[in-house]
């Protein structure tokens, strides 16, 4: 059985079908890259995978378990982690309290345990800040650790999302556009750090991407979109001169 | 049964009056997505407005009526200027305090103005009654359920057609791309408040038979959201048809139901509402992209 | 610039962080506790005052704050710790137990007040909250056997473990409350449990995506909340001694809105500032009324103008009725538009400004410019 399987996924809105029967499968410890023109519905299908949206039909099956109604909030509990294409961080807490935000799932300390702060919220707090502050160390965050994210700008929230997600602790990373809005030099990091969070952390990314040369540098498989329907499957290099992506983005 | 049809019309005519001031909200919040706690306030100001034009000053029903309109559209705008605009894109929260604020110094700035008595303007229909069969209605009641269905025409349609009015929906969703497509931002707010607040002077020039004017009819303000809560908040026939159900209801479980119903009807209508359809009878629910 | 070394993680996790700070609340704690020496009756009695609207300060802080729900309806959770304690004295239940149970009662209210919330945002979730004050304050108003209606309910001073509270005693009991409430709203607003409050107050999508359920804490923050608000309650009634529905109306839940406005709305020192200037407005006005038309009055016959009217004119003007919710409306406003932070976003500028003295920019604060954006689909 395969790690993440998308098993004729369909979404409607109002009288527009946004995604139509589309399926694929992702292997553990792949890069798989969905890419297609703006409108192709590839945001959709992560917001369903990540369960903020309920198809219509389909299933969607995670490590043999079927999560196509699984509550938004359970997500994160079966490792699985997600930015959001406009960043859609914590905007009035500290950089480490966004982090921390992510290692909710791990805490299990009670409401009463919470209010008196007891040792055991205690000794959770302490183990938390030390597996984001490893978070820290690997993107080199730790000149804004302190900092109110409102004030940051916008390169720097994007490898904060990135880090919130790998403070989750997931086996399965959703990146919506992680290169969105970066200049040249922060795509080139992006790009090292996608490589690095699959090799040294093991975590299956799947990814949303438009700029190409980011996509053919990290992806191991990438799916073309359009209008919902699935055009190609294949490596980077296949897709991208697959006759129907060519025509869908040149337009003819 | 006549007795039922009898307070049905009474409040239809009550719903009316809560239409005309939910019609207030729905105008502001449409445009700016501000509640405007303060409109209520703004109803009471322009009945204080027309007796000082129309009892003080002994004009003409009609032109202290206008007279009064104007005014409140100057204050209305001045209003805007002088309180929302500076905290416009605050939280919410903030906004609808500093309404909360606002609705504080007119109520207190009008008992002072004009003194804390009950007070009674005359108008053309003061005393006149249609009889229809073994119903009385009387032409106050009248007059206003007139009013209020010609007014929420107009609106319908300046929302609906008129470039402006398509302006101020557009500024509303996104200030700052509206003001790229060079809507003159600001200005429409000004003028959105300017409506409102001759919307809110109409129904308080109405409503001054009926309830006397005196520094607390502001409170009807209150009664007024849960007319615009199930009217949807967004929605100008919305509003009208909340306001007559909130009318109704209010009325009838004040014939009907032992005392103390009547005040909190339109709570219990509104929670419930709340708790079914969180999103009113005529409003939309969006989903958030991401 | 003073920048403590940090060397281990714990160090973020104390309570004061930095050996001033603990100086500086071991001497507010010796003046609290020494404050029935230092102060005459009225003063402690103020001070007892200020202490319920701190607490219920902390309240909202911690909903409107940190949660960001916005609730107009508070005075009907103060008002129903209230009247527990109210009709549990009548019935000999030693304060203790009903103390406990009316924190038990109003955060189960709050807990289903809270429901609808989840459901709904921003300016419903007002309306909603304001709806279910005047509901009810309305059952307060009718349901005689319990409430006695729109007559009141005299209250006594409680009994503590059978020791008979004067007022020396009942403002030790209060300082014992909030010290405590306040320790645990910092416990807390730092905790898991805070953070996952200031992350749906912030992003519910993202909130939602990191496994905070959001049903769960927003009924928790409403629950936590009414709850605080209900001790606060019990503390009012027995401080009043007597309580009737007509208090507990929308005004008062206005005034709550006020504390955390006027003190800052980000911190819970907030509601300590807040709270003092809520209470000295009454005095301060009191004042102003005796004492102003005579000091114009003084100061314009000195000019060699006609003092006796300018007496009479101040008089009429300090005299208005309506002078003190005008004045409300206007300190709403001013702080909401000059200071959205409230006093304790000024506490920090003042403290940063001496800190950096004389380098300090007044642009370090200014504030970015806002655009409306649509929260309708939210």
């Known amino acids: 059985m395969s790690y993440l399987a998308v098993q004729g996924l369909s979404i409607q809105f109002g009288g527009l079908k946004a995604v139509d029967d589309v399926s694929f499968e992702v292997a553990q410890g792949e890069v798989f890259t969905i890419i297609g023109p703006n409108g192709a519905g590839k945001t959709t299908v992560f917001n369903m995978i990540s369960r903020l949206y309920t198809p219509t039909a389909g299933r969607i099956v995670f490590k043999d378990e079927d999560i196509t109604r699984l509550p938004v909030q359970l997500v994160a509990a079966r490792g699985i982690a997600r930015t959001f294409q406009n960043i859609e961080l914590f905007e009035n807490a500290s950089t480490l309290d966004n982090l921390l935000v992510g290692r909710h799932r791990h805490s299990s300390t009670s409401l009463v345990e919470d209010i008196l702060f007891s040792g055991r919220v205690r000794r959770q707090e302490l183990e938390h800040r030390e597996a984001v502050e490893r978070v820290i160390e690997l993107l080199r965050l730790q000149h804004c650790r302190d900092m109110l994210i409102s004030g940051l700008p916008y390169g720097v929230r994007k490898v904060i999302e990135l880090g919130r997600a790998l403070a989750i602790g997931p086996e399965l990373l959703l990146l919506d556009e992680p290169s969105s809005g970066l200049n040249v030099e922060e795509t080139d990091d992006m790009a090292h750090w996608i490589l690095d969070i699959r090799r040294r952390l093991g975590i299956t990314v799947l990814m949303v991407e438009h700029d190409m040369s980011l996509v053919s540098r990290v992806s191991d498989r990438v799916l073309a979109l359009n209008y919902g329907k699935i055009m190609a499957v294949g490596t980077a290099q296949e897709v991208q001169t697959h006759p129907d992506v060519v025509a869908a983005y040149l337009g003819t | 049964m006549l007795d039922f049809i009898q307070q049905t019309i009474g409040g239809i005519a009550l719903g009316c009056v809560y239409g005309l001031i939910a019609l207030g909200f729905v105008l502001i919040y449409k445009a700016t997505e501000v509640v405007n706690f303060a409109q209520g306030e703004l109803m009471m100001l322009g009945a204080f407005l027309s007796f000082t034009f129309i009892a003080t000053l002994g004009l003409n029903y009609w032109l202290g009526f206008a007279l009064a309109v104007v005014c409140m559209a100057v204050l209305g705008s001045t209003m805007e200027r002088l309180v929302i605009r500076p905290i416009l894109g605050y939280p919410q929260f903030s906004i609808v305090m500093a309404t909360i604020g606002l609705g504080l110094v007119v109520r207190s700035l009008a008992g002072m103005l004009w003194g804390t008595d009950d007070l009674r303007i005359e108008t053309p229909f003061t005393g006149g009654v249609f009889k229809l069969g073994g119903l009385v209605i009387a032409a106050d009641s009248l007059s206003i359920i007139v009013a209020t269905l010609l007014l929420c025409a107009v609106l319908y349609w300046f929302f609906r057609y008129t470039k402006i009015g398509i302006a101020m929906q557009a500024t509303s969703q996104n200030m700052l791309a509206a003001y790229y497509m060079g809507i003159p931002v600001k200005r429409i707010f000004s003028l959105i408040w300017a409506i409102s607040a001759m919307v809110a002077c109409i129904a308080g020039v109405l409503l001054a038979p009926i309830t006397l004017i005196h520094a607390n009819i502001g409170f009807l303000g209150l009664k007024a959201f849960p007319a615009a809560v199930l009217g949807g908040f967004s929605s100008i026939p919305g509003a009208l048809v909340g306001g007559i159900i909130i009318g109704v209801v209010e009325t009838l479980s004040g014939f009907y139901l032992p005392e103390g119903f009547k005040d909190v009807a339109a709570y219990v209508v509104l929670l419930v509402a709340l708790m079914v359809m969180p999103q009113g009878l005529f409003g939309s629910r969006a989903l958030k992209k991401v | ?378």
């Open chain 3, 1 to 378: 610039m003073h920048q403590p070394v940090k060397t281990d993680y714990s160090q973020d996790l104390r309570l004061f962080r930095t050996a001033g700070q603990v100086w500086s609340y071991a001497a507010l704690a010796v003046f609290l506790l020494a404050a029935p020496i230092l102060f005459g009756n009225y003063l402690l009695s103020q001070v007892v005052f200020v202490i319920i609207y701190a607490i219920v300060g902390i309240a909202l802080i911690i909903l409107s704050g940190y949660t960001g729900q916005v609730s107009i309806g508070h005075a009907a959770f103060l008002a129903i710790g209230a009247y527990t304690a109210a009709y549990c004295q009548k019935q000999g239940i030693p304060f203790v137990v009903y103390f406990v149970l009316a924190g038990a009662l109003t955060g189960v209210v709050g807990y289903l007040v809270g429901l609808p919330a989840l459901r709904l945002h921003g300016v419903y979730l007002a309306i909603a909250t304001f709806a279910f004050a005047f509901i009810v304050e309305e059952i307060l108003a009718r349901w005689e056997s319990v409430t006695n209606g729109n007559e009141g309910i005299m209250l006594a001073l409680p009994d503590l473990f059978g020791l008979k509270l004067g007022d020396t005693g009942f403002y030790y009991l209060c300082l014992a409350v909030v010290t405590t409430i306040m320790l645990g709203a910092i416990n807390l607003l730092r905790s898991p449990t805070g953070r996952a409050f200031v992350a749906l107050r912030d992003s519910e999508t993202a909130a939602k995506s990191m496994g905070v359920n959001p049903a769960r804490y927003k009924t928790r923050s409403f629950a936590i909340s009414a709850a605080i608000t209900g001790l606060a309650g019990v503390l009012y009634a027995h401080k009043l001694s007597f309580i009737s529905p007509e208090m507990f109306t929308l005004s008062l839940s206005i005034e709550f809105i006020m504390i955390v406005i006027i003190g800052g709305i980000a911190s819970l020192r907030g509601a300590v500032f807040g709270a003092i200037f809520m209470i000295m407005v009454d005095p301060v006005l009191a004042t102003l009324k005796d004492d102003l038309p005579g000091l114009v009055a003084n100061v314009v016959s000195v000019l060699g103008l006609n003092g006796g009217g300018a007496q009479e004119a101040v008089a009429r003007v300090v005299n208005a009725p309506g002078l003190k919710s005008l004045i409300f409306g206007l300190i709403i406003i001013f702080f909401i538009i000059f200071e959205p932070f409230g006093l304790a976003g000024r506490w920090e500028k003042i403290k940063l400004y001496v800190r950096l003295f004389p380098l300090y920019k007044a642009t370090t604060f200014k504030r970015q410019k806002m655009y409306l954006k649509s929260e309708r689909g939210r």
